[in-house]
């Protein structure tokens, strides 16, 4: 079956540094990757959506310059929290999906900055 | 943009009991995917529809394209039911389409 790994689960980051979280997709390719970030009392909010072979797509709020996004190829991608602040803490979540497919989703990222 | 309206946003049942969960779209959504999230804070699938109804044990959900919305239905609620719920659709299906999810209903079974 399709699996999406996430690493790590949880993380803790002095405020102002920088944290990578990485996602790896079993059993498909995965053709598009969203990385989404569920921050304390709201909904899952979409950063940017990646397809291969298309420039990343990101969200107003978000930048390249702060969520610098990888995806070299169909099964992994990774993203950077550049210069986490408070405002970064939640839960980062990686989505994957072949075209005409639904969407399978990692455990998440907790990412909590101190 | 895109908004999933989803209600209610709390909901406490009896164990035994049933109730049904709401998403509503602004806009024609192409699919929804149902989730629940545990305690671990994974989401875990639980229904993928392009139309009409599935059904899987206990849950039920249906996607009503055209008229901007879909159901959950929970029978028999059960002590480790208990979770988050979220509701996320997509406009499109291709390789760009993106998913909006609702602001989930956080369910508690009670004895």
């Known amino acids: 079956g399709a699996l999406v790994y996430q690493y790590p689960r949880r993380t803790i980051c002095k405020s102002g540094t920088s944290m990578r979280m990485e996602c790896q997709a079993v059993?498909?390719?995965?053709?598009?990757v969203a990385w989404y970030r569920q921050s304390p009392q709201k909904t899952f909010e979409l950063i940017a959506l990646s397809t291969v072979n298309s420039a990343i797509k990101y969200e107003q709020n978000f930048t390249q310059e702060k969520f610098p996004i990888s995806h070299p190829n169909l099964s992994f991608s990774s993203m950077t929290v550049l210069n986490a602040y408070l405002e970064d803490r939640g839960l980062y979540l990686c989505g994957a999906r072949t075209e005409n497919s639904d969407y399978t989703f990692g455990s998440g990222t907790r990412l909590l900055v101190i | 943009g895109d908004q999933v309206e989803q209600s209610p946003s709390a909901l406490s049942l009896h164990e035994g009991t049933g109730s049904a969960l709401r998403c509503n779209f602004t806009t024609t959504m192409r699919a929804v995917q149902w989730f629940r999230k545990n305690s671990r804070g994974s989401l875990i699938n639980l229904f993928y529809l392009a139309s009409g109804t599935k059904e899987n044990g206990r849950l039920k959900s249906a996607f009503d394209s055209k008229e901007r919305y879909s159901t959950l239905h929970i029978r028999d609620a059960q002590l480790e039911d208990s979770g988050t719920y979220f509701c996320a659709a997509r406009r499109d299906n291709n390789a760009g389409a993106k998913l909006t999810f609702g602001g989930g209903t956080r369910l508690t079974v009670r004895p």
């Open positions: 059993g498909f390719q995965a053709t598009s």
